[in-house]
């Protein structure tokens, strides 16, 4: 079964999307829906579903708003309208699929067997991680060797990611922080927010807010995300409400 929620400030709209879910689509299991921006924040937070269907209109606030503030690469949403011209800003913000209304059954019916492919391939058996030494940062000219063990965080910058070392040094590779994190493959390493990566051995405190935040040994401060608490408490061997 996968976990699913629905967002939309119509009431009518969800019903209607619920009951065409609970007809056709039994491996979907609704649990829960919102009318509201907020209502959607604190459902998602607390339920981490497999499916988020979300309307872009959420009274004088947007879909958008909604994905920024969760700020997670990880979740499956497919996003609902009346509006052709939302299509390019939807695939910037890395929803699965973008469904016109009145929703047609073979979109709806493909916008779920995507996600089920995303999850399928993600959950499946995975050799096992060897864990690299060096971090190797490509240019034109030079292929540049970082030791993993100096590397104090990451942080994304657009397309680029800026890499901070001991001894105040700073590296800018040419690629994402998404495609960073798949190359270094090393346990220490922990994704605290959708735009930061951190080595848990350069953590010198926690600072207890909402959310928390990561003070690191050369004193930056980064935010944990609301998507992320949960997995970076459990990491580093303390209770999510511990960070409140």
Do not use: C, W
């Not at 607390?46 to 958008?64: E, G």
């Not at 009346?82 to 073979?106: S, T």
């Amino acid at each position: 079964m996968l976990s699913t929620i629905i967002v939309d400030d119509e009431r009518l709209n969800i019903s209607l999307l619920e009951s065409t879910l609970q007809k056709y689509y039994p491996e979907l299991k609704i649990i829960g829906t919102a009318e509201t921006l907020h209502n959607a924040f604190e459902l998602i937070i607390n339920k981490k579903p497999d499916i988020i269907f979300l309307d872009i209109q959420l009274h004088d606030q947007t879909a958008f708003d909604l994905i920024e503030m969760l700020d997670d690469d990880d979740l499956n949403i497919i996003l609902i309208t009346a509006y052709e011209y939302y299509g390019i800003k939807a695939i910037k913000y890395g929803v699965v699929d973008y469904l016109l209304k009145p929703i047609q059954m073979v979109e709806l019916t493909n916008a779920i067997k995507k996600i089920k492919n995303k999850i399928q391939l993600k959950t499946s058996v995975k050799q096992p991680v060897i864990e690299k030494e060096f971090l190797h940062i490509h240019s034109r000219e030079h292929i540049e060797m970082l030791k993993l063990v100096d590397i104090i965080y990451l942080a994304a910058n657009g397309s680029y990611t800026d890499i901070y070392l001991i001894n105040n040094v700073k590296v800018v590779a040419s690629r994402p922080l998404k495609y960073i994190e798949e190359q270094i493959q090393a346990t220490n390493f922990l994704r605290v927010h959708n735009s930061y990566i951190v080595n848990i051995y350069y953590i010198d405190k926690i600072i207890k807010t909402k959310y928390g935040r990561v003070v690191m040994k050369n004193g930056f401060e980064i935010p944990i995300s609301a998507t992320k608490r949960k997995i970076v408490a459990e990491s580093l061997g303390f209770k999510t409400n511990h960070l409140e």
